[in-house]
Structures are given as C-alpha cells and as structure tokens.
C-alpha cells in the first residue's frame, strides 16, 4: 500500500477514529488501527469491542492495500504532524510515514 493525503485530513480521521482504542485494551487486536486504501479513499477503522469507528479521508492511491497499525502511536503521529502532505508507504515488516524532511517507522500486526 502507498498512498499520499494532506496531514489535515489524516489528523482528522484518525482523531475520530482514535476515540475507539482503550488505554488498557482487552486483547491486542483492539489496539490496532486498521488502514484501507482504495480508489482516492483511505479508510480507518478501530473497534474496542463494544463499538467500531471508521471514518475515511481523500487520497492520492498508487498501491491499493490495507494494514494494521499500532493505533496509539499513528494517532499521537499524526496530532503533531506538520501541514503539508504526507505519504504512506505499507511494506512487509511495517509503515514508513514520510512528511516534510522527516519520516517515522511503525510496526505492522502479521496477524
């Protein structure tokens, strides 16, 4: 998966998103955020067991795909990314999250 899309808008999504993760999740899984490029869409979604959020942004899509990310960390990422764009890049052993001159790294789940 590799996408581009404004910080503004992730920071949103992500932001309604983000309310489903719990502190003290119950298993892992609920801590994950679960990414989905499609056509110019990505969306996210997170559940905490009793209820799921998802909520979806425009995007610039090169390489449809999805993934599942640790969910605190993309969250408080993206509160303090800077305006501009920002470009995701999905491989195999994680996520690279390039803004400005700068690029972060987040593990995946295999599961």
Same mark, same amino acid.
């Given at each position: 998966m590799k996408i581009t899309t404004d910080a503004n808008d992730l920071r949103q999504m992500l932001k309604t998103v983000g309310k489903a993760l719990e502190n003290r999740p119950i298993s892992t899984w609920m801590s994950f955020v679960l990414l989905e490029a499609n056509g110019n869409e990505l969306r996210a979604t997170a559940t905490n067991g009793m209820y799921t959020l998802s909520n979806s942004c425009l995007c610039n899509v090169f390489e449809e795909g #999805?993934?599942?990310?640790?969910?605190?960390?993309?969250c408080q990422l993206a509160e303090k990314l800077p305006n501009g764009e920002v470009t995701i890049e999905v491989k195999e052993k994680g996520a690279l999250l390039r803004y400005g001159k700068s690029k972060t790294?987040? #593990?995946?789940s295999e599961e």
């Open positions: #999805s993934a599942l990310l640790d969910g605190k960390m993309l790294k987040i #593990s995946i």
